[in-house]
């Protein structure tokens, strides 16, 4: 048989969680077409993989990259490192839905990427734009909670009116029917920070009336709030029927250390009754006591203001931009069921 490449001699790793082996992969196309030790067959390509692990493409479950890979479609920086594939839109950051030029949420997102053209309006055609670049990775795209909050009422610091609230809804909507697979948000940054648990539920209700739609959130607290921004995500969960994941799930400041463990324990026996997936995030600098990102000094400030005039960034000069590398077609932008309301 002949095969298009083939990896010989390596351990491979193949992500069920079974022992690693020796064995050699054939690829096809894009399909892995056998894994069997010393396979017979030619190849266009043959690779010695002695001494090397063999393994799928790693899912990088928490990314910032859609505002990137139009500018970036290769994603090297990622591909090198094994992420073949990446879930993005997280922290209540999304490029869309977007009023036509970017408007508030151009300014609100330049900080990320202030290459980005704004050619867009609808989460579809966000995903067109995505699909057009020659992707060479993955993309599970969700919609941000900010984003639909900029696109209803920009930065007040309130609770929406109904027509608000039904604007939010319905943009959250057509993004999910577009092939979002759910709805996150970034409960420390403006404009998420502005809304309360009843308007988190409303739009969870929304992602949990889609099939196999998600919730995940940057939560309210992870210092001194840490134990009720959990229980505030489950309870959005809970209620809005929808499973929840909690990204960054850490204790900020060692004053908070001893709470790691109860809430890894509250997490982890909902998830066993219920839908949700604590992601933990472990960063251990030894003698440092250096903030690193201004996501530090929020979550662990309870109670801090944080205005839509601490959001604008200086625009890059021009022309300092670094130019953008050959894309590399293989790549696809993963899109959630458009058809799978529940009752």
Known sequence: MAFDWLIRGGTVLDGTGAPGRRADVALSGDRVTA??????????QVVDATGCMVAPGFIDMHAHSDFALLAYPSAEAKVRQGVTTEVTGMC????????????????????LSPQLDWGWTSFGSWLDRLRQAGLTGNVVPFVGHGTLRIAAM????????GDEARRMA???GEALDAGAFGLSTGLIYAPSVYADTAELVALARVAGSRAGRLYASHIR?????????????????DVGGVPVQISHLKACLKANWPK????????????RGESMSPRT?????PGRRRWRACSRCGCTRAGWPRSW????????AAGSSTPAGPARAGGAVRTAPSRGRTS
């Open 170 to 172: 319905a943009l959250l």
């Open 221 to 237: 607290g992870e210092g001194p709030t840490l134990e009720a921004a959990i229980a505030e995500a489950i309870r959005i969960g």
């Open 309 to 316: 005039a601490g959001w604008r960034m200086a625009p890059r």
């Open 92 to 111: 209540g950051f999304s490029p869309a839905p977007s009023p036509p030029g970017g408007g508030l949420l151009r300014e609100w997102c330049a900080f």
């Open 154 to 161: 920009g930065f007040e610091q309130r609770p929406p009116t």
């Open 35 to 44: 894994v069997a030790p010393d396979l017979p067959g030619e190849a266009g």
């Open 260 to 271: 790691m463990g109860e809430a890894l324990r509250r997490s982890s026996a909902h998830e």
């Open 281 to 285: 995030c472990t960063r251990t600098r």
